[in-house]
């Protein structure tokens, strides 16, 4: 039946060429345009490999603007200190406690490390809690061409500390080196920004999703890419790379 009155969107950019130029101009794109140079790294810095080293050492050793995405999970106690549950050391929280610690202003090292080596529209996934995400973490980008630009929450499926509610989230913080964009960089768009996976924690304490950040690796890089992550811990990231067919870049202090 034919429906009177009803425009197609070809009958409609025929007569109004200005305005649907919102339809066909917009945000989203499932192609990525942007490709990453050729990597060359020294004999050390071995790719695909659990390296120990200092992340520092390795970010310095990564020509800049060369990746086009990182992943950085800070290991910092500064919410149990500042909290004082009382359990640090004990049960669950052992392992965690034991965990080199970084400072407000090596965290900001990392981070500017990272800015150097991301390509322009690059990203950068940084783990956070729910602490630093109330607090604030702006003095960590401080000095960097990094914009936040998204954020998802990680739902754990299980328990963690609170003196009130119960923390059962992690937060993924998505940020973009400038020029920031979407269409031609970012090339999925069904990764809900409420993620659901459970973990192994018995791997290690700070083990995160590895379906999601094999999903944000696919999301905002092309196969053969390489990803980085120079704080690995479990070398989860080196794992979600693998799955998308990517090469890592990536190092521990405790290897």
């Not at 970012?186 to 094999?214: C, F, G, Y």
């Amino acid at each position: 039946m034919e429906r009177k009155g009803v425009e197609t969107i070809k009958e409609a950019s025929k007569r109004f060429p200005e305005t649907m130029d919102m339809f066909t101009n917009n945000v989203f794109s499932t192609e990525r345009v942007i490709q990453a140079p050729p990597l060359d790294l020294p004999d050390f810095l071995k790719p695909n490999t659990r390296l120990k080293m200092d992340g520092l050492k390795c970010l310095s050793h990564v020509p800049n603007e060369s990746v086009p995405v990182a992943f950085f999970d800070p290991q910092y106690r500064g919410v149990l200190d500042k909290m004082n549950y009382g359990n640090e050391g004990k049960s669950r929280e052992k392992r965690r406690c034991a965990l080199r610690q970084m400072t407000e202003e090596l965290i900001g090292k990392f981070i500017q490390g990272i800015n150097n080596v991301l390509n322009p529209s690059g990203h950068l996934f940084l783990w956070i809690d729910k602490f630093h995400l109330c607090q604030g973490f702006g003095t960590w980008i401080d000095g960097t061409q990094l914009d936040v630009v998204d954020l998802i929450v990680w739902d754990k499926e299980r328990f963690g500390m609170g003196y009130r509610s119960r923390r059962v989230s992690e937060y993924c913080m998505v940020l973009q080196k400038q020029p920031r964009r979407a269409k031609g960089v970012w090339k999925i768009h069904n990764i809900r920004d409420v993620w659901r996976e459970r973990t192994d924690t018995k791997e290690h304490p700070h083990q995160k999703p590895l379906k999601l950040q094999a999903e944000l690796i696919a999301a905002v890089s092309n196969e053969g890419d390489y990803v980085i992550d120079p704080a690995a811990g479990s070398f989860s990231v080196m794992y979600a790379a693998h799955m998308q067919n990517r090469h890592f870049i990536g190092c521990d202090l405790e290897g």
